[in-house]
């Protein structure tokens, strides 16, 4: 048995976040995670003896710097090194642009993008330390098609790919893998601005004939932080039942 | 020679084995970039500043320097426990 890794997840309260972590501690992974508010999940993992000592939760506000660094630090000094990053939390406003609030597009891009760059800037350091790791960016197929009323989200997931292949670029040769998952729509995706009509037009149109559930995108990204796996990197891989195909 | 003398000068030497540069001879006068030192690009730069944060809690470079010597290294961290006696 190898031993066990130490993995980030960010946002793992709740819907995919939920069920990334859910899948890391399932392979005897250390699993970090970190919301703004403790949810019914997060009570259940840390009463559960199964995870004692494998799992770590921080109340946090990833686009708050300093919560965001404390959470970071906190998890190097349980366990000192990060293998695995999983850059989850993210936030979805739906609006048409013209009326769309300059707060809500501050809300989107400084949670998606700026908050995911300030904590991967302190792992990507801990892995040079520690010898290499993983890093995966859910992204979202609005990140490559487009979604009317979702394009302040959109462009955060697209900035995040772009992100993903620089900084693959620059890592690489340091044992550090760097990918995307564009996710498709998820059932979870009711809390991220569409409706049920909207949902019922996706799935008719997904070749699959159905939504996502977040244990689709944890398998993937279990694919792509294998340790075995370290020859794909930069790569955005689509994960939607074929809708974008 | 003080306490961070040998433990720097390993690090670097480290840092130049795992870029295939073992016959490298790291002295404290050595520059760290150029040709005529020890020729660390930005990468290894960044790695540098990365170890010495994780082994020492902080780093020249995060803290604004930008030391062109392994001496200058040494000096920083000498400096600060100095400072903190």
């Known amino acids: ?245 | 020679m003080n306490e961070f003398e040998p433990k720097i000068v390993t690090i670097v030497t480290e840092l130049l084995e795992r870029s295939d540069r073992e016959d490298t001879t790291v002295e404290l006068g050595a520059t760290l970039h150029g040709d005529e030192g020890l020729g660390l690009d930005s990468l290894e730069t960044a790695e540098l500043s990365a170890i010495l944060e994780d082994e020492f809690g902080t780093d020249p470079f995060g803290a604004g320097l930008l030391p062109e010597t392994v001496a200058d290294i040494v000096a920083f961290y000498a400096d600060a426990t100095a400072a903190s006696a």
């Open chain 1, 1 to 245: 048995m190898t031993a066990p890794r130490t993995v980030i997840v960010t946002g793992g309260s709740r819907g995919l976040g939920e069920g990334i972590v859910q899948h890391f501690l399932d392979a005897g992974d250390r699993v970090a995670t970190c919301a703004r508010s403790e949810t019914d999940a997060v009570r259940a993992w840390q009463a559960d003896p199964a995870y004692a000592e494998r799992f770590l939760f921080r109340k946090a506000d990833m686009a708050d710097r300093e919560q965001c660094t404390a959470f970071f630090k906190d998890v190097v000094a349980e366990w000192t090194s990060v293998d695995v990053l999983v850059n989850n939390a993210g936030v979805a406003r739906d609006g048409i642009l013209a009326l769309f609030s300059d707060e809500d597009s501050d809300t989107v891009i400084d949670l998606n993008l700026k908050a995911t760059i300030h904590l991967t800037k302190q792992v990507v350091r801990n892995m040079f330390a520690h010898g290499g790791g993983r890093i995966v960016n859910i992204s979202s197929i609005t990140g490559l098609t487009g979604y009317r009323g979702l394009s302040v989200y959109g462009a955060t997931k697209a900035a995040l790919d772009g992100f993903t292949r620089g900084l693959a670029r620059e890592v690489g040769s340091r044992r550090i893998t760097v990918n995307s998952i564009a996710s498709g729509y998820l059932r979870t995706e009711m809390s991220h601005g569409l409706d049920d009509g909207q949902l019922n037009q996706i799935i008719r149109r997904t070749p699959a004939g159905r939504l996502g559930d977040p244990e689709d995108i944890a398998r993937a990204v279990s694919f792509l932080v294998d340790p075995a796996n370290d020859w794909i990197t930069g790569q955005v891989l689509v994960i939607d039942g074929g809708l974008t195909a």
